[in-house]
């Protein structure tokens, strides 16, 4: 989650020279979606709209331009997570915007929480416009509670110039991939392979779901909680083996230190998404080029899933006295083929059908800048993401609850499992006292 | 009889000239308090509306507090504030003590530049101090550890498991040094000049001067900054936040006051966050008026 605003922040800086390229472009160019207005009848509708992230800016831009009934007003109140937690406070206090970007992980905790409209009278028309498996991230029941904006499917993100030297290929399977560890350690002492972040909470999902862990589940309002599931604890096993044995390191991500280190060459992969070229050339910039993705090592040979990582929808507040022209905003914003043209401008892996389409044959990011076959790759791991993964209802509860017990597993050098079954039993008690129904420990 | 209307017109006036000051504190200090107060006793749970259900407030006793009392995490965070106060309180009077004393002594050169350059850390905002020290803690672009480095020592584990609270406080102290310095050393600049001429008479050394006249009489305002120092000890908050995305040893509930804004911003639990907040305040006025009644006679019995 964190990793997605980082993303954001860091393409400010690297694009701002196509992001003025991309403004002036797109104003003409709005002939896709529905431009039809709904709410025209007494003057423009004025939208208040929440959300982080470079591609916001020119896409209002051209829809203000397009859209003389509506018109929006944007403001950056802060990444995911801090997003998130002021609608909470601000819809509570009756004073929320019309239309916000929320995480897909945590849009179950805003819909309990009672801060999201049911857009699902507005969406029939652009619900094709997305895989089933994307748009299941934000439609429960036939209710709606979002447009699918940008999404994040896993890939191995590998130094393929140091990969080279040290004459490696990237890994197949997970087996595989404590091989080359190990093989990496031998080769070069003072570099790993990769690192063991604690506090990746999203990426540690994604592992698991990927592995087949199934972290919530909902079914008449009765919950089953998966997050020290044998799948789960298995991939906590794997990553154990690998730090006890020094093949990784544990060590948060970014961080000045991890930073220094990639750019040494020391630090060889990144197991994350497709948005991670884009965080990476922001502290690597002299490595551009000499990076590739490859698809995801497997939990067994022959199969072929991944997980999404990351990846946000624009919503509709339950206090917005303009639902229906939110929500054509909500549509425009992530069908239209400029708004998706600003998007795989920089850096963002739309959500849409078409917009991953219009990716597939554009250039690759700068970081992977030498790789040919990025989009086949890129557009592979998309279309074999496991469909129906759903997140619960206090999901930034767990969230700190794992980055404080893996931290502290990592440092007592106690066992991960551990670390995932206590998250498990304070993500259910805190789920009991709220009130939900859990079936199970 | 007549002196009964002037008695009531006089008692008309202080209230007009106290209220301004009341209002202000009613309505800044009394009701958000009691707001507080009031959230403590809340909690968001589901009603059965929604697909899922949704969240709502209602009233929820003590819960709150029982949960919070029996969080071990809560009282985890307390324990590490104490080994970080043993550490930096001491360490920040001592040498504000320290550098006041020798500010104040006749025979000292630079003083303008030295207080300056005492004082300087102060000013630099807290998250700004705490990520410069950052930098100079991890192990890649610490100066220290490329020194160790290179004399084949290996690294400091600045933010190790041993590291962390010595380093945490070393931010505390570097900033805070200066101001506490400017405290006592004004103080030490308002001792009558005849008690030195009057010691010195009887024979006293420089050192014996510090230790017997000039400490004992800056003693009020060595209360004084070590009540500041206790109360910002238990309000530590900025530099763990600021130091945690670097090492995994500080958790998202390391002191009090994280655990606190964990709950209420994270978790989404204001209600649990203004129990917590209620008694983190209770302990702190607890502590502080302890301290005082403790050290009051020593403190301000001589200056009666």
Same mark, same amino acid.
């Given at each position: 989650?964190?990793?997605?605003?980082?993303?954001?922040?860091?393409?400010?800086?690297?694009?701002?020279?196509?992001?003025?390229?991309?403004?002036?472009?797109?104003?003409?160019?709005?002939?896709?979606?529905? =431009?039809?207005?709904?709410?025209?009848?007494?003057?423009?509708? =004025?939208?208040?709209?929440?959300?982080?992230?470079? =591609?916001?800016?020119?896409?209002?831009?051209?829809?203000?331009?397009?859209?003389?009934?509506?018109?929006?007003?944007?403001?950056?109140?802060?990444?995911?997570?801090?997003?998130?937690?002021?609608?909470?406070?601000?819809?509570?206090?009756?004073?929320?915007?019309?239309?916000?970007?929320?995480?897909?992980?945590?849009?179950?905790?805003?819909?309990?929480?009672?801060?999201?409209?049911?857009?699902?009278?507005?969406?029939?028309?652009?619900?094709?416009?997305?895989?089933?498996?994307?748009?299941?991230? &934000?439609?429960?029941?036939?209710?709606?509670?979002? $447009?699918?904006?940008?999404?994040?499917?896993?890939?191995?993100?590998?130094?393929?110039?140091?990969?080279?030297?040290?004459?490696?290929?990237?890994?197949?399977?997970?087996?595989?991939?404590?091989?080359?560890?190990?093989?990496?350690?031998?080769?070069?002492?003072?570099?790993?392979?990769?690192?063991?972040?604690?506090?990746?909470?999203?990426?540690?999902?994604?592992?698991?779901?990927?592995?087949?862990?199934?972290?919530?589940?909902?079914?008449?309002?009765?919950?089953?909680?998966?997050?020290?599931?044998?799948?789960?604890?298995?991939?906590?096993?794997?990553?154990?083996?690998?730090?006890?044995?020094?093949?990784?390191?544990?060590?948060?991500?970014?961080?000045?230190?991890?930073?220094?280190?990639?750019?040494?060459?020391?630090?060889?992969?990144?197991?994350?998404?497709?948005?991670?070229?884009?965080?990476?050339?922001?502290?690597?910039?002299?490595?551009?080029?000499?990076?590739?993705?490859?698809?995801?090592?497997?939990?067994?040979?022959?199969?072929?899933?991944?997980?999404?990582?990351?990846?946000?929808?624009?919503?509709?507040?339950?206090?917005?006295?303009?639902?229906?022209?939110?929500?054509?905003?909500?549509?425009?914003?992530?069908?239209?083929?400029?708004?998706?043209?600003?998007?795989?401008?920089?850096?963002?892996?739309?959500?849409?059908?078409?917009?991953?389409?219009?990716?597939?044959?554009?250039?690759?990011?700068?970081?992977?800048?030498?790789?040919?076959?990025?989009?086949?790759?890129?557009?592979?791991?998309?279309?074999?993401?496991?469909?129906?993964?759903?997140?619960?209802?206090?999901?930034?509860?767990?969230?700190?609850?794992?980055?404080?017990?893996?931290?502290?597993?990592?440092?007592?050098?106690?066992?991960?499992?551990?670390?995932?079954?206590?998250?498990?039993?304070?993500?259910?008690?805190?789920?009991? &006292?709220?009130?939900?129904?859990?079936?199970?420990? | 009889?007549?002196?009964?209307?002037?008695?009531?017109?006089?008692?008309?006036?202080?209230?007009?000239? $106290?209220?301004?000051?009341?209002?202000?504190?009613?309505?800044?200090?009394?009701?958000? *308090?009691?707001?507080?107060?009031?959230?403590?006793?809340? +909690?968001?749970?589901?009603?059965?509306?929604?697909?899922?259900?949704?969240?709502?407030?209602?009233?929820?006793?003590?819960?709150?507090?029982?949960?919070?009392?029996?969080?071990?995490?809560?009282?985890? +965070?307390?324990?590490?504030?104490?080994?970080?106060?043993?550490?930096?309180?001491?360490?920040?009077?001592?040498?504000?003590?320290?550098?006041?004393?020798?500010?104040?002594?006749?025979?000292?050169?630079?003083?303008?530049?030295?207080?300056?350059?005492?004082?300087?850390?102060?000013?630099?905002?807290?998250?700004?101090?705490?990520?410069?020290?950052?930098?100079?803690?991890?192990?890649?672009?610490?100066?220290?550890?490329?020194? =160790?480095?290179?004399?084949?020592?290996?690294?400091?584990?600045?933010?190790?498991?041993?590291?962390?609270?010595?380093?945490?406080?070393?931010?505390?102290?570097?900033?805070?040094?200066?101001?506490?310095?400017?405290? *006592?050393?004004?103080?030490?600049?308002?001792?009558?000049?005849?008690?030195?001429?009057?010691?010195?008479?009887?024979?006293?050394?420089?050192?014996?001067?510090?230790?017997?006249?000039?400490?004992?009489?800056?003693?009020?305002?060595?209360?004084?900054?070590?009540?500041?120092?206790?109360?910002?000890?238990?309000?530590?908050?900025?530099?763990?936040?600021?130091?945690?995305?670097?090492?995994?040893? *500080?958790?998202?509930?390391?002191?009090?006051?994280?655990? *606190?804004?964990?709950?209420?911003?994270?978790?989404?639990?204001?209600?649990?966050?203004?129990?917590?907040?209620?008694?983190?305040?209770?302990?702190?006025?607890?502590?502080?008026?302890?301290?005082?009644?403790?050290?009051?006679?020593?403190?301000?019995?001589?200056?009666?």
């Amino acid at each position: 989650m964190r990793i997605t605003r980082l993303a954001g922040s860091i393409a400010v800086l690297s694009t701002a020279a196509v992001l003025t390229a991309c403004s002036s472009g797109t104003s003409g160019s709005t002939t896709s979606g529905s =431009t039809s207005t709904p709410a025209a009848a007494s003057g423009p509708v =004025t939208l208040e709209f929440w959300c982080w992230g470079t =591609t916001q800016k020119p896409k209002i831009e051209a829809f203000n331009k397009s859209h003389p009934d509506i018109q929006v007003k944007h403001t950056d109140v802060g990444g995911g997570s801090d997003t998130a937690a002021k609608l909470l406070t601000a819809t509570r206090a009756g004073n929320g915007p019309d239309a916000a970007c929320i995480e897909y992980d945590t849009l179950p905790s805003m819909i309990v929480a009672g801060a999201l409209a049911d857009i699902s009278a507005h969406t029939g028309d652009v619900k094709t416009a997305f895989s089933p498996e994307v748009w299941n991230l &934000t439609s429960f029941d036939g209710a709606v509670y979002g $447009v699918p904006q940008d999404v994040g499917p896993m890939v191995l993100v590998y130094n393929k110039k140091r990969f080279q030297e040290l004459k490696i290929e990237p890994p197949a399977t997970w087996q595989d991939f404590a091989k080359v560890a190990a093989d990496v350690r031998k080769k070069d002492p003072e570099t790993y392979l990769a690192t063991f972040a604690p506090a990746e909470f999203g990426n540690f999902a994604g592992l698991a779901q990927q592995a087949g862990a199934s972290w919530w589940k909902v079914q008449d309002q009765t919950w089953t909680v998966g997050i020290a599931d044998q799948a789960s604890l298995a991939v906590a096993d794997f990553w154990q083996g690998l730090i006890d044995k020094d093949l990784v390191k544990a060590e948060p991500l970014l961080t000045p230190e991890w930073n220094n280190k990639l750019n040494q060459g020391k630090i060889l992969t990144w197991p994350s998404a497709l948005w991670a070229p884009g965080v990476l050339y922001g502290i690597a910039e002299k490595q551009a080029g000499d990076w590739a993705i490859a698809p995801l090592p497997q939990w067994k040979e022959g199969d072929d899933r991944v997980a999404f990582q990351g990846g946000s929808a624009l919503a509709v507040t339950k206090t917005s006295k303009h639902a229906e022209a939110a929500a054509t905003f909500a549509k425009w914003m992530n069908t239209d083929k400029a708004a998706n043209a600003v998007q795989i401008e920089l850096g963002e892996y739309p959500a849409s059908l078409a917009g991953q389409q219009a990716a597939s044959t554009s250039a690759p990011p700068k970081l992977t800048a030498n790789q040919k076959d990025y989009w086949d790759i890129a557009t592979k791991a998309a279309q074999r993401t496991i469909p129906h993964i759903s997140w619960g209802p206090n999901v930034s509860t767990a969230s700190s609850a794992f980055q404080d017990a893996v931290a502290t597993a990592v440092r007592d050098h106690t066992p991960l499992r551990d670390a995932l079954t206590k998250t498990h039993d304070l993500v259910v008690a805190d789920m009991k &006292t709220t009130g939900f129904k859990v079936a199970g420990p | 009889m007549t002196a009964l209307p002037r008695a009531e017109r006089r008692s008309g006036a202080p209230y007009l000239f $106290v209220a301004p000051a009341v209002l202000l504190f009613v309505a800044f200090l009394a009701v958000p *308090i009691g707001y507080a107060i009031y959230l403590s006793a809340r +909690g968001l749970r589901l009603t059965g509306k929604g697909i899922f259900g949704t969240r709502e407030e209602v009233f929820v006793g003590l819960d709150n507090y029982v949960k919070t009392l029996t969080d071990p995490g809560f009282f985890a +965070g307390f324990g590490r504030l104490a080994i970080y106060g043993l550490i930096s309180v001491p360490l920040t009077l001592g040498l504000a003590l320290l550098f006041a004393l020798l500010l104040d002594h006749a025979g000292s050169r630079a003083k303008r530049f030295s207080r300056t350059a005492i004082f300087i850390p102060y000013a630099v905002p807290g998250v700004t101090a705490s990520l410069l020290w950052g930098f100079m803690y991890l192990p890649s672009t610490s100066p220290f550890s490329y020194l =160790t480095r290179e004399l084949g020592l290996g690294e400091i584990a600045f933010l190790g498991a041993g590291g962390i609270y010595p380093s945490l406080a070393n931010i505390a102290v570097w900033g805070g040094v200066g101001f506490n310095m400017i405290i *006592i050393f004004t103080s030490l600049r308002g001792i009558p000049s005849e008690l030195y001429d009057a010691a010195r008479i009887d024979g006293a050394s420089e050192w014996q001067i510090a230790w017997r006249v000039k400490i004992p009489l800056v003693a009020p305002a060595l209360v004084l900054t070590g009540l500041f120092a206790l109360i910002g000890t238990l309000q530590v908050y900025g530099e763990p936040t600021t130091v945690k995305p670097m090492t995994p040893e *500080i958790s998202g509930d390391w002191v009090p006051l994280m655990h *606190i804004y964990r709950d209420a911003f994270v978790r989404d639990d204001l209600a649990l966050a203004s129990a917590a907040s209620v008694l983190l305040a209770v302990g702190t006025l607890v502590v502080s008026v302890v301290l005082l009644k403790v050290t009051q006679k020593r403190a301000f019995g001589g200056m009666q």
